[in-house]
């Protein structure tokens, strides 16, 4: 017996799953039990070169759906992205009984439960851990390994691109756009970056993780976003005078019956295990009831990475297929409610650009107070109108910060709000 495979889409990621398999052709047929091959390849440019990918040319089709569908095919690998089509695919394969492997954040994290619903109705494997942090095995622990387990917070950096370009600023005193630029010309950040650095793709990832590691739904509209766009060198500069590090930090917690996710950056003290994650890598920190505090490292995105968990999948959906397991889709019973990122308690460096006169201090501080945010550290530097002041908080609601800037912003001797930024960890 063969299985076939129809993997939709034959780019970054899918010619390098075409390559691993080729490459790992005799490991994978005895660690299955049988050959897998390929059925078809979907692609949006038929007669494109497609140069030396070790493939039958004649394997193209521009026919997704028409090959989802041939009765021939016994798994589905999607590795195209974006929501339409690739959900029409995925529910056809899924409700016609054939194994999906998809690295589709975007759509998981809108539609996930609809996917799974999917999977159930058709009998169906549903695997998906290219979708977060590419190579690193993540979902997969989260899903069975920790199962036993009650996760309480996953903090991660899970977008390659902008801890690249922060790394960058860190190492070099860089600004954002000299950053983003040698992103773009190593060929991290795309064409079109917004994804990235607006938080959009860690947004996604966000949403995914929580589901998994709180057993319940969140989708990207529960998760609150906010860019790096905003993050000056003197940020940075500031952040290093705290002994703290800008990271481009993605926040899942739990607390009782409500749960939040966060997509933000934020200084973290240059001891914890983030700050050191550096250039385009990833890293997850999950904090557990039992197995305490466990952190996943790796490339979280390219084509040969993220084929490996592609393929990791693959030998684990036709295994059980040939086993006849039963598909076990990741438990969703826990109906937590999304805490408003307003009541989100966090810490704040916020900075100011006042005039050094006598009682400017004492104003801001009373504004502080006024709203209930009670200031941790203060410093000043430069004078005349060149003044600054940097206030450390300690923990307060982000709807008592906001109304606290915005009154900040206010007053005569506040020249400017020159930044506010999150701050986690202990410092
Ligand atoms: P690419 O843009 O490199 O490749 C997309 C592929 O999809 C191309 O082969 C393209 O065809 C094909 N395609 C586009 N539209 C259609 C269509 N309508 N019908 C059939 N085929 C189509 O994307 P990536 O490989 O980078 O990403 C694929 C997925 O993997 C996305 O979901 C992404 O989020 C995810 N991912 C990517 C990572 C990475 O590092 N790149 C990391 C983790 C996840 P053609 O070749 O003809 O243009
Ligand atoms: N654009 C993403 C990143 C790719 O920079 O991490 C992986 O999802």
């Known amino acids: 017996m063969t299985m076939k495979l129809a993997l939709i889409g034959c780019g ?51 026919d997704a759906l028409g090959l989802v569908n041939r009765d021939d095919v016994d798994i589905v690998v999607e590795v195209v992205g974006g929501i339409e089509p690739a959900r029409e695919w995925i529910t056809t394969a899924l409700r016609a009984g054939k194994a999906v492997i998809t690295a589709n954040k975007a759509l998981l994290a809108e539609d996930g439960s609809a996917l799974a619903q999917a999977a159930v109705d058709g009998g169906a494997d549903l695997y998906y851990e290219a979708a977060v942090a590419g190579a690193i095995p993540l979902l997969r622990p989260l899903r069975e390994s920790l199962h036993g387990d009650t996760i309480h917070r996953v903090i991660s950096i899970v977008n390659g691109t902008t801890n690249y370009i922060l790394s960058r600023m860190t190492e070099t005193g860089a600004g954002f756009a000299e950053a983003l630029e040698e992103a773009s010309a190593l060929g991290y950040a795309e064409a079109d970056p917004t994804a990235d650095v ?27 976003r906010e860019g790096i766009t905003e993050v000056s060198a003197a940020d940075i500069a500031s952040a290093a005078e705290m002994g703290c590090v800008v990271k481009p930090l993605c926040i899942a917690s739990r607390d009782g019956d409500v749960v939040s996710a966060r997509v933000h950056p934020a200084m973290i003290p240059r001891e914890h295990p983030l700050a050191s994650v550096n250039g385009a890598y990833n890293a997850v920190f999950v904090e557990a009831e039992a197995a305490g505090r466990l952190m996943f490292y790796g490339a979280g995105a390219g084509g040969a990475p993220t084929a490996s968990a592609v393929l990791g999948d693959l030998v684990a959906v036709a295994r059980n297929r040939r086993a006849g397991a039963t598909p076990m889709p990741p438990t969703v019973y826990a109906d937590l409610a999304i805490r408003p990122m307003g009541d989100v308690l966090t810490r ?20 502080f107070a006024a709203h209930g945010v009670s200031m941790r550290t203060v410093r000043q530097s430069g004078r005349g109108h060149e003044a600054v002041l940097v206030a450390v908080t300690h923990t307060a609601t982000d709807a008592q910060l906001s109304t606290t800037v915005d009154q900040l912003s206010k007053l005569d001797s506040v020249r400017r709000v020159a930044s506010v930024m999150r701050v986690e960890g202990e410092v």
């Not at 860690?202 to 509209?221: D, M, N």
């Not at 704040?348 to 504004?367: N, R, T």
């Open 348 to 367: 704040y460096h916020v900075s100011l650009d006042v005039d050094d006169e006598p009682g400017v201090l004492a104003e801001v501080a009373s504004v």
């Open 12 to 62: 970054t990621v899918g010619s390098e799953v075409v390559r691993l398999l080729h490459r790992q052709e005799t490991d994978l047929t005895s660690r299955i039990g049988e050959p897998i091959e390929i059925a078809g390849i979907a692609v949006r440019r038929g007669g494109r070169d497609r140069g030396d990918l070790p493939v039958d040319p004649s394997l193209f089709t521009t």
């Open 198 to 224: 607006e938080g959009f793709d860690a947004a996604a990832k966000a949403a995914i993780l929580a589901s998994l590691a709180f057993h319940t739904r969140v989708t990207v509209t529960d998760v609150y």
